[in-house]
């Protein structure tokens, strides 16, 4: 009888380890997607002007974080318009940081020649980055604050320069 009984106690004990290691390794499994209201993650990259970036190194400036690729049309539909946002506003504290996941150096480098934007911009090849945000589809961007919180998270292209996103930034200002 307490042979049965041990064997039970040892069946319960084995079941609950089984459920909380289930817990702890779909908890480790679940990627972090960054929402408007979280601090933004930080992250370290080198612009393709050789200057190493850090989320810190934007602290009392509004950040225009953007996630892109060479090969993604709506990526480059909005560019442009990202780059009249840093020549509207740069002056006043606003920074914008493209950073592509393109993986093809050659086909990167001669986009940005052709394109000639003013904002800063990196490669993350290995998208370590865009995924420390929740970031796999293309483009998605972060407007954060000068505290380092994200204010809003703008998924698909967009028009920088509409009236709505233009009174946000100023807000921020």
Known sequence: MGSSRKSFSIQIFAGILLVALCWVIAGAMRE???NAGD???KF???TDSGKTLTRGDFGGKVLVLNFWATWCPPCIEEIP???ALQRQFGKQGLVVLAISVDKNEKTYRDFLKRANVSFQTARDPEADISSSYGTYKYPETYLVDRDGKV???YISNQDWMDQSIIKDIR???
């Open 81 to 83: 318009s990202l780059d």
């Open 151 to 153: 204010v809003a998270k």
């Open 39 to 41: 601090t933004a993650p």
């Open 171 to 173: 807000a921020l200002l």
């Open 44 to 46: 370290k990259v080198v």
């Open 32 to 34: 972090p997607i960054v």
